[in-house]
């Protein structure tokens, strides 16, 4: 069988219920892993031991007390959760130093549907503050990096949780996306994550939905093991503003998982909309690999314009800066904040009623006139990124507005797929000669999650990359 954590999720979840491996011995040998390499890869800011060990007993209770039919579906399956996501009683630091003592007192949903799924938390990922910066360096936790080089970051914001699967440190994990924070981290860590609709995954109790942007989703090696998450994570809940769209049919999305996509016609584009943010090379080859690859199975690939232009970023500006204003700080905390959150949180107080207002009217008008041109295509396919993972501490800058740039020119195409509400996913598809991941981004029709994760699928089998696996001999050691 190999190591427990050569294992999918999934694999992991039938052996449990096969009685072939133990719900405990699956913890411990993932804290066993957590402990000796986790800081090496800043995949974590809190480990959960104890809360893992007890429910991994629990879980081996219901293995010989319950029926198979009565088990759910993931079963002590490891799944740490970013610890922007609440889980009651456990240490809450959204990425923040001013927060570095606080606790939770609820469970965010996605959180709780992941626990009822079966699962097992082993703690709170990596995450920059807040959120708001496309790595995870913030002022509690080591960096997040790479496990492909770990000089580099892994991204953000669910950059702890990317460096915790790429290492062997979960099977699986809870992430977010409000600007592209699951697409990123996938990228640079050679995994598969997806986006889902906006509403397919409620925010409830505590995060607000102001404009859509933000969602939970999954991060995995597989696509059938980030479907099964999403299955285990989707609903909304009382109050939401945006109510999960149909799915078209009552399959599962591992369901869709495991079906052929059938011929779709595929729209491309590579043109950044950011303007002098530029394509690196590598990145270019795994796109136009990517479409060739496509083409080969059979889909329908064509060239189309970029559906937005730099001025949709502009507005997207406004609105992102204001998110960062939506966590309350008390007011002898705010020195405490790194430089680009205290920078984001000026920029929005300097904005009027009137801006915000403006901004968030544009982008609607933006939407209204894009979404009928790009409803005509299955999938939409771009870069996930303009680059190649970057060295941790390139980002930071005390100086906020060329931090923002520097993020902008790195992260140009996934964002405008927050502000559409549109499924969107990163698949690794293209390493470097120097062993880096490439992502290539696939984006569909609003709710259509399900054709998603049937093409990508089907490009996992055409061109497997689980079995990838970066060299860990330095880190383990």
Request: charged share 20%.
């Amino acid at each position: 069988m190999g190591q427990i954590h050569d294992l999918t999720a999934l694999e992991q979840a039938a052996a449990v219920r096969r009685r072939e491996l133990s719900p405990v011995e699956i913890a411990d040998h993932y804290l066993d892993r957590i402990e000796r390499i986790g800081p090496r890869v800043g995949a974590f800011i809190t480990v959960t031991a104890e809360i893992a060990r007890e429910q991994a007993r629990n879980a081996e209770k219901r293995v010989v007390r319950d029926t198979p039919e009565e088990l759910p579906p993931l079963l002590g399956v490891p799944v740490p959760v970013k610890d922007l996501a609440p889980v009651a009683g456990v240490r809450w630091t959204s990425g923040s130093a001013a927060f570095a003592d606080r606790t939770a007192e609820v469970d965010a949903d996605a959180a709780a549907r992941l626990r009822a799924a079966g699962t097992v938390l082993t703690g709170k990922t990596n995450t920059p503050e807040f959120g708001v910066p496309c790595y995870t360096e913030n002022d509690i936790a080591p960096p997040a990096r790479t496990p492909w080089d770990p000089s580099r970051s892994a991204g953000g914001s669910s950059g702890g949780a990317a460096a915790a699967v790429a290492a062997g440190l979960a099977p699986a994990a809870h992430a977010s996306d409000g600007g592209g924070s699951i697409r990123i981290p996938a990228s640079v860590c050679g995994l598969f994550g997806i986006k889902p609709s906006r509403g397919r995954i409620t925010n409830a109790p505590l995060q607000p939905d102001y404009i859509g942007l933000s969602t939970s989703g999954p991060l995995a090696r597989t696509v059938a093991d980030a479907a099964a998450l999403l299955d285990a994570m989707a609903g909304g809940a009382p109050g939401d503003y945006y109510a999960p769209p149909p799915s078209g049919d009552a399959r599962t999305f591992l369901d869709h998982a495991r079906a052929e996509p059938g011929r779709l016609r595929i729209g491309r584009f590579s043109a950044s909309p950011v303007p002098g943010a530029e394509v690196h090379p590598e990145v270019a080859a795994g796109y136009e690999e990517a479409s060739r690859l496509l083409a080969s199975l059979g889909h329908e690939v064509e060239d189309v314009d970029p559906p937005f232009d730099a001025s949709l970023m502009r507005m997207f500006e406004v609105v992102w800066a204001a998110m960062a204003v939506a966590t309350p700080v008390p007011e002898e905390d705010e020195g405490r904040l790194r430089p680009i959150t205290r920078g984001m949180r000026a920029r929005a107080r300097s904005a009027s009623v009137e801006d915000y207002m403006r901004a968030t009217g544009g982008i609607q008008m933006a939407l209204r006139r894009a979404v009928p041109r790009l409803d005509a295509y299955d999938v939409l396919l771009s870069p996930t990124l303009a680059q190649l993972p970057a060295p941790v501490g390139y980002f930071a800058s005390d100086d906020p507005r060329e931090e923002f740039a520097r993020m902008s020119a790195f992260t140009p195409f996934t964002s405008m797929f927050n502000v559409t509400g549109q499924p969107s996913a990163s698949v690794p598809l293209h390493w470097t000669g120097e062993g880096l991941p490439v992502g290539v981004m696939l984006t569909g029709r609003l709710g259509e999650e399900g054709t998603l994760l049937s093409l990508s699928a089907q490009l996992e089998r055409a061109r497997p990359w689980a079995g990838r696996r970066p060299d860990l001999s330095a880190l383990e050691s």
